[in-house]
């Protein structure tokens, strides 16, 4: 058949799943992407792009639904941006998840054969994030997420599936607070107004609760009575705190904090170990599943009380306060100062006083390191989605440690930094894929590789 035509429609039947979640079909061979199609889909599609290659499209009508097809509980699906898998039962989810990982080491890192284990599913695929950034904006005015492929469009959301009751209270009471106090929301066309974004915040473990609300100037007295309604709505709010944000880009953070109600920062726990987290805090935002995968990394470790320990980009220390207990010393490495500051003061507050946390590029310390004569039998990673910089991969070959204990967000470049660890003299002994956020594609996962 000819190439289709941007409003053609086409029928076709779904039979993977794209790594952003899209379904993908084939009419006479032609690829289509469809944003909502899952596999087992018989489709009616309506072409919005066709290229060369490939095309996409909308559903316009679901001719026979996928045996995996449920209904979407939370009634913005489909319109935010946020979650894009409600509509797939949760075994499919992880099944396509634990597919994703093992075709990219297969594909992308040539690493055939070696141990898949099973993904570890969540305990509630609902409510468990700890951390949620909200847009505010005009008019009405609305706090909510952005429209799917729309970002100047914002949804009034009154209640998230994703976050705690808890969360969801603070988020309707900011909302009444605004409308009712007749508060200026920012434009930014004519670059006025006061509110921007609003970060909720929520320790699982302890219990308390954080609202930041980041605004264009620093105008305390109007918002510390917002921040009073809030904990008299949530008594557990520990702490409200207002970031300033007064240049155009449009990011939910503040070149300077005032603290409007209680202390700057809430307290969380994983296992044993306390962690401060402040408003620009770093912190896994499933806790559950962040405990779960720490005791990955930690059996993964196979620590014996005597070894040294390199955290490579270690954010707050979450990694390295728990490993320290099991290890002579860990050296945790981060960009962010920020991050390693809130590390030390952690490390302080929990008595650990075998960690030594740095700042600077992974790839500039670890020469450094090694300079300095530290020799690590263990060396663990959490890079960014962009993975390793290729001198910083080239550095952590160098030091040549026993074990490797690579935790990825990116299965992509996962594949791409574990193929080059394997042609530098490393074997892959396992990946654990973990499920940190369901309802959503993305996926972490934890890799061992010892030197062969």
């Given at each position: 058949m000819a190439k289709p035509k941007r409003g053609d429609l086409l029928e076709l039947v779904v039979d993977d799943l794209a790594f952003g979640g899209e379904g993908v079909g084939r009419a006479d061979g032609y690829v289509v992407f469809v944003r909502g199609g899952l596999p087992g889909d018989?489709?009616?599609?309506?072409?919005?792009?066709?290229?060369?290659?490939?095309?996409?499209?909308?559903?316009?009508?679901?001719?026979?639904?996928?045996?995996?097809?449920?209904?979407?509980?939370?009634?913005?699906?489909?319109?935010?941006?946020?979650?894009?898998?409600?509509?797939?039962?949760?075994?499919?989810q992880l099944a396509f998840k634990e597919k994703q990982v093992r075709d990219c080491l297969t594909r992308l890192g040539g690493l055939t054969p070696f141990e898949l284990r099973p993904i570890v599913a969540a305990p509630a695929p609902y409510g468990y994030r700890n951390k949620m950034e909200f847009t505010i904006a005009g008019p009405g005015p609305v706090i909510g997420l952005h429209q799917a492929e729309r970002y100047d469009v914002v949804l009034d959301i009154e209640r998230c599936l994703l976050q705690s009751d808890t969360m969801n209270a603070l988020l309707d009471e900011l909302r009444r607070q605004v409308r009712?106090?007749?508060?200026?929301?920012?434009?930014?066309?004519?670059?006025?107004?006061?509110?921007?974004?609003?970060?909720?915040?929520?320790?699982?473990?302890?219990?308390?609760?954080?609202?930041?609300?980041?605004?264009?100037?620093?105008?305390?007295?109007?918002?510390?009575?917002?921040a009073e309604a809030l904990r008299a709505r949530v008594p557990a709010t520990t702490s409200v705190v207002l970031n300033v944000n007064d240049k155009k880009a449009s990011v939910a953070v503040g070149s300077e904090e005032h603290l409007l109600l209680g202390r700057d920062h809430i307290t969380e726990k994983l296992g044993s170990v306390g962690f401060r987290v402040s408003a620009a805090s770093f912190f896994q935002t499933n806790t559950a599943q962040a405990e779960r995968l720490f005791a990955i990394v930690a059996e993964a470790c196979e620590l014996g009380g005597d070894d040294t320990v390199l955290d490579l980009y270690s954010g707050t220390g979450a990694i390295s306060l728990l490993l320290a207990g099991r290890a002579r010393h860990v050296y945790g490495i981060e960009l962010a100062p920020a991050a390693v500051a809130d590390?030390?003061?952690?490390?302080?507050?929990?008595?650990?006083?075998?960690?030594?946390?740095?700042?600077?590029?992974?790839?500039?310390?670890?020469?450094?390191?090694?300079?300095?004569?530290?020799?690590?039998?263990?060396?663990?990673?959490?890079?960014?989605?962009?993975?390793f910089?290729?001198?910083?991969?080239?550095?952590?070959?160098?030091?040549?440690?026993?074990?490797?204990?690579?935790?990825?967000?990116?299965?992509?470049?996962?594949?791409?930094?574990?193929?080059?660890?394997?042609?530098?003299?490393?074997?892959?002994?396992?990946?654990?894929?973990?499920?940190?956020?369901?309802?959503?594609?993305?996926?972490?996962?934890?890799?061992?590789l010892t030197r062969a």
């Open positions: 018989r489709l009616r599609v309506r072409v919005t792009e066709a290229r060369g290659r490939f095309g996409r499209g909308v559903i316009d009508t679901v001719l026979s639904p996928s045996p995996d097809r449920v209904e979407a509980p939370c009634p913005y699906f489909g319109s935010c941006g946020g979650c894009r898998l409600q509509h797939l039962a949760y075994p499919a009712e106090r007749a508060l200026s929301v920012w434009d930014p066309q004519s670059e006025r107004g006061l509110l921007r974004f609003a970060a909720v915040r929520e320790g699982q473990r302890t219990g308390e609760a954080m609202v930041n609300v980041v605004a264009s100037a620093p105008d305390v007295d109007t918002l510390v009575p917002v590390a030390v003061r952690n490390a302080q507050a929990n008595g650990i006083a075998n960690c030594t946390f740095l700042t600077g590029e992974v790839r500039h310390v670890l020469p450094a390191l090694a300079r300095d004569g530290v020799r690590p039998s263990v060396v663990v990673a959490d890079p960014p989605r962009a993975g910089h290729p001198k910083a991969l080239s550095a952590l070959a160098a030091l040549a440690p026993a074990r490797i204990v690579y935790v990825s967000c990116n299965p992509s470049t996962l594949a791409r930094d574990v193929g080059d660890l394997v042609r530098q003299g490393y074997r892959l002994d396992w990946v654990q894929p973990v499920d940190m956020f369901p309802q959503t594609p993305h996926i972490e996962a934890v890799a061992r």
